[in-house]
């Protein structure tokens, strides 16, 4: 099991960027994909950003594509999602998550089980 800590939320205006980190612990990280989901008020967690275990592959939802960035460094065994012209619609608690298992690729929304607390991201118009 790893345990994951998200980082790095804040309040920024629209247009303005912020970086998230997702600390882990657990000798698993480096052996599995990892994710970003977020929860707006009011709505379904949804799917943000996620990354193979070797870093290698990425895939975005449509709507950050372009805007953010998911990145991990083993080293730190540390998860990042660089998020760049943010909307006031991106006003959500982002949560990072791990993968079950080890697997070739990105893993899917489904695949993810383990999760932070979360972290609260506020972008004000």
């Known amino acids: 099991q790893v345990q994951l800590v998200e980082s790095g939320g804040g309040l920024v205006q629209a247009g303005g960027s912020l970086r998230l980190s997702c600390a882990a612990s657990g000798h698993t990280f480096s052996n599995r994909g990892m994710g970003w989901f977020r929860q707006a008020p009011r709505k379904e967690r949804e799917f943000v950003a996620a990354?193979?275990?070797?870093?290698?592959?990425?895939y975005y939802a449509d709507s950050v594509k372009g805007r953010f960035t998911i990145s991990r460094d083993k080293a730190k065994n540390t998860l990042y999602l660089q998020m760049n012209s943010l909307k006031p619609e991106d006003t959500a608690v982002y949560y990072c998550?791990?993968?079950?298992?080890?697997?070739?690729?990105?893993?899917?929304?489904?695949?993810?089980?383990?999760w932070g607390q979360g972290t609260q991201v506020t972008v004000s118009s």
């Open positions: 998550a791990a993968d079950r298992r080890l697997r070739l690729g990105v893993p899917s929304s489904a695949d993810f089980g383990s």
């Open positions: 990354i193979s275990w070797s870093g290698g592959s990425t």
